[in-house]
């Protein structure tokens, strides 16, 4: 059987097989020209030298018996291996991400030597998943769904509304970290342009409340998910017993809390961990499980939903609780979300909306001295965060014009109370996480 051994994978594939795997002199993080050394079979049609989007502290210092190397970095002397007689293969760079200019071409030459026929469409997938839900939840049973309003649980409702229609129940709970306007928004648009059945609760006392003081960011994320089940136990007792629950949990949600095999644990997420127990479900259903944003989006699409709607910015389960640096307070929260809607209006304006695939401020907890007016400050620092990415598993830092970014600035410094200095993140992910909690 054909392998493709990928970053972490062929170094075990090395490791396993008799190689040698060591630390690297020079770790390689982001974009880095890759050499194609041999382009006979799994890099056949690419280019002397491509672009490629590297994550790795270790690499591969000597092939196993079999293979030879057919591609290198200037850090990284084998940054590809193959054996063509076993036809297993090693890459040290990610061509699944779409940074890998060329990483297409690495997929599309394995799937070859497989003997694969590229036939998926997400109309099948989606007709597929529609077969799913039906064949799990039969003729009459019932699905509460927790809708955020965001992308992931909106695509989520859509598909499990296709399946049995008027038989789901969506769950909307307001902690009160949402972005300006999006409670109105959420209720708005699923109860008139995609008309489901929607409870909407407003938690957001009880949220501040248990986060009082609290300022590490892996416990807020558990305490968020904590309430947010409490809130929602409490919603479904009202709504009498029904019978599955599901969430609009997506892949890379998955690998980032440690669920995937082999992965670490980077960031917890409230929609991750299995059916919880205190809900009382008897099953769980997460149609979106295996889909990264790219695929959850086309299958939006596919499903007929709203474009805007699709293409909304994405949101974090916690809202705006992780997008201040520290302990929350109303007052924090504000600024997060004044400035969070001047930058959304001024990349709308400048028509970047579609090219930016996810951009927000950050209340850093930076205090520095300013001046305004004739007055010494010291207020805080606000960030801007905005980056391009398909599948959110990488992403960079995306390059905005200066006179858009100065006009960011300015308004932020005079309309949100409180802030007098604005800084703008240029780090990719890896090393950095997209959100900053």
């Not at 394995?110 to 998943?129: H, K, P, R």
């Amino acid at each position: 059987m054909p392998e493709l051994g990928i970053c972490y994978g062929m170094q075990l594939t090395a490791y396993l097989l008799g190689g040698t795997v060591e630390k690297a002199a020079q770790r390689e993080y982001g974009r880095i020209t890759v050499t194609m050394d041999d382009k006979t079979s799994l890099l056949s049609g690419m280019s002397d030298a491509s672009s490629c989007w590297l994550s790795h502290t270790y690499q591969v210092k000597k092939c196993p018996a079999g293979f030879h190397p057919i591609a290198h970095s200037t850090n990284c002397p084998v940054a590809a291996m193959a054996n063509d007689d076993k036809r297993i293969y090693g890459v040290q760079f990610h061509p699944e991400v779409t940074h890998s200019d060329e990483g297409r071409a690495v997929i599309e030459n394995f799937l070859n030597i497989c003997g694969c026929v590229g036939d998926w469409s997400m109309e099948t997938y989606a007709q597929t998943a529609i077969a799913n839900i039906r064949e799990i939840v039969g003729d009459k049973g019932t699905v509460l769904l927790g809708l955020s309003g965001g992308v992931d649980s909106s695509v989520a409702a859509a598909l499990i509304y296709k399946a049995i229609g008027d038989r789901l129940t969506c769950v909307y709970v307001d902690h009160g970290f949402m972005r300006k306007g999006e409670t109105e928004q959420v209720v708005n648009v699923f109860t008139h342009t995609f008309p489901v059945r929607l409870v909407a609760s407003d938690a957001s006392k009880i949220f501040y409340e248990d986060l009082k003081g609290v300022s590490d960011p892996e416990t807020k994320r558990k305490i968020i998910g904590r309430d947010f089940l409490k809130v929602f136990k409490a919603e479904s007792e009202k709504l009498g017993k029904l019978d599955y629950f599901a969430q609009g949990t997506i892949y890379p949600d998955v690998i980032e809390s440690g669920q995937a095999t082999g992965a670490a644990v980077i960031k917890s997420h409230h929609n991750v961990g299995g059916l919880p127990k205190e809900l009382g479900f008897t099953q769980l259903i997460e149609p979106l499980r295996m889909l990264f944003k790219d695929e959850v989006r086309a299958l939006g699409e596919t499903l007929g939903l709203p474009h805007d709607l699709v293409w909304r910015q994405p949101f974090p389960g916690p809202g705006l609780a992780i997008r201040v640096i520290g302990d929350l307070t109303p007052e924090k929260v504000e600024i997060v979300r004044e400035s969070d809607a001047v930058l959304r209006e001024e990349i709308a304006k400048a028509g970047l909306d579609a090219d930016i695939h996810q951009y927000f401020t950050v209340l850093t907890g930076i205090r520095s001295v300013g001046v305004m007016g004739d007055e010494r400050t010291y207020d805080y620092t606000v960030a801007i965060r905005a980056v391009t990415t398909d599948d959110f598993m990488t992403a960079d830092w995306a390059r905005i014009p200066y006179d858009v970014v100065r006009t960011i600035s300015a308004r932020i410094v005079n309309e949100v109370p409180h802030v007098n200095r604005v800084v703008l993140d240029v780090t990719t992910k890896p090393p950095a996480s997209i959100e900053w909690e």
